[in-house]
């Protein structure tokens, strides 16, 4: 079994762990390029100066943000944090850095948005390669012809491994059973 597919396989085994993931959900990675960010900072990015961040436990319809490695991720559980059909927050997040943003939800609706130097680069409706558009529509090639099924409707789980396989960003069962720090918007604003 290659690395890319012990990847996959290990995604595929949280998805069946942790079923709800499976429903809707969405995965963005910050990977800095330049100089490092924290998670206050992108935090406040995403919510204003006002935002916090609180200490709970994941589960709910909360956002959840943490530090893995030289990247910063967000698991956002009820989805709609940010959304591909709106740029701008996703644009901001990228200046100076990668960003690769995964969702889906319970209606089928899934999608994937690399974006790169302040600009979307690629969007990937219904995580189909054969649908990608952008300004560099191809950005993924290289890790899509490592998957079992290159160039095919991407499972959840192998969106996921593509995330992992270029960002260095890692989910499992232990950072979903440990307490994260939740993104907590003042006055119940919402990015």
């Known amino acids: 079994m290659s690395q890319e597919d012990r990847v996959?396989?290990?995604?595929?085994?949280?998805?069946?762990a942790?079923?709800?993931?499976?429903?809707?959900?969405?995965?963005?990675?910050?990977?800095?390029?330049?100089?490092?960010?924290?998670?206050?900072?992108?935090?406040?990015l995403i919510g204003g100066p006002d935002a916090e961040l609180q200490e709970r436990d994941v589960e709910g319809l909360e956002a959840f943000i943490d530090e893995v490695g030289p990247?910063?991720?967000?698991?956002?559980?009820e989805g709609g944090l940010?959304?591909?059909y709106e740029s701008a927050p996703l644009e901001r997040l990228s200046v100076g850095a990668r960003v690769w943003h995964l969702e889906w939800n319970v209606n089928g609706h899934s999608c994937l948005v690399y974006a790169a130097d302040g600009r979307p680069r690629l969007t990937m409706p219904r995580l189909?390669?054969?649908e990608a558009h952008g300004s560099n529509p191809h950005?993924?090639?290289h890790l899509l012809r490592l998957l079992p099924e290159?160039?095919?409707?991407?499972?959840?789980?192998?969106a996921m491994a593509l995330v992992q396989m270029d960002s260095g960003a890692h989910l499992d069962l232990d950072w979903l059973n440990a307490p994260q720090q939740a993104l907590v918007f003042s006055k119940g604003l919402t990015p």
């Open 71 to 77: 990247s910063i991720m967000i698991l956002d559980l």
């Open 8 to 16: 996959v396989a290990h995604y595929e085994r949280l998805l069946d």
């Open 18 to 44: 942790a079923q709800w993931l499976d429903v809707g959900m969405s995965w963005t990675v910050i990977q800095p390029l330049d100089e490092p960010m924290d998670i206050v900072e992108v935090a406040e």
């Open 139 to 141: 950005a993924l090639d």
């Open 128 to 130: 189909d390669p054969r």
């Open 150 to 158: 290159p160039f095919a409707r991407l499972s959840h789980a192998s």
């Open 82 to 84: 940010f959304s591909p």
